[in-house]
């Protein structure tokens, strides 16, 4: 008797032993498959923008001849654009008083001031030396912007120095060149050469539905 059943017991303890490396072999494929497509979103940059190499003379925004002179156009539903926010913040705190910066935030038509009074637009306002205001799209078309977290930089005499992203990926906080150029150049503007670095978010002026985006390319 012990003898016959040696068979399928045995049969049903290789499959049992079996059956979690079955597991793993399938599911690292997948697992691989999703983080390698995280990745390469998080890394795609967006539209590069085609800022004026001076100052527009038609943009309401003042430009200070005193400080060099910050711009970021920011979309107010882009998660991406936290980190942008987060960057801005550190660069504002070394640059005291040798900048000043100005977050226009894209507002379509219809869509009144709460719907654009995100955590960015707090986040934002609350930053010291920073002015965030509320754009139609036409400040951001002026300065030529196409993607949300696209930055500008002009020195005193509205010379841009500096277009492009101040994170190294998309929503991704921490040391940069974006970040690095800017600061560069506001620690000294006479040094150093115009810059530009890849920007990381969502479109400004693409279809949305609500007006929010879905931070695709």
Not at 176 to 195: C, F, I, K, M, S
Request: charged share 15%; with cysteine; aromatic share 8%.
């Amino acid at each position: 008797m012990p003898s016959a059943l040696t068979g399928p017991t045995s049969a049903g303890t290789r499959v049992r032993r079996l059956f979690p490396v079955v597991i793993v072999a399938v599911w690292l494929p997948i697992v691989g498959a999703g983080l390698i497509a995280l990745w390469d979103y998080s890394t795609a940059p967006g539209a590069a923008g085609n800022p004026p190499v001076n100052w527009p003379t038609t943009s309401h925004i003042p430009r200070s001849p005193n400080s060099m002179n910050l711009v970021m156009v920011v979309h107010p539903h882009c998660p991406c654009s936290r980190a942008s926010i987060g960057e801005l913040a550190v660069l504002m705190a070394h640059a005291k008083e040798r900048a000043r910066a100005w977050v226009i935030f894209v507002r379509p038509p219809g869509f009144d001031s709460s719907w654009a009074e995100t955590d960015l637009w707090r986040s934002a306002k609350s930053i010291p030396g920073v002015t965030a205001v509320f754009d139609d799209g036409r400040e951001a078309r002026e300065f030529g912007a196409e993607t949300s977290g696209e930055t500008l930089l002009y020195d005193g005499k509205g010379h841009l120095v500096f277009a492009g992203g101040v994170t190294g990926a998309r929503g991704h906080f921490g040391d940069n060149a974006g970040l690095q150029a800017v600061l560069d150049r506001v620690e000294d503007p006479q040094a150093h050469r115009a810059a530009s670095a890849a920007v990381y978010g969502c479109p400004l002026f693409a279809p949305s539905t609500n007006g929010k985006t879905s931070c695709k390319r």
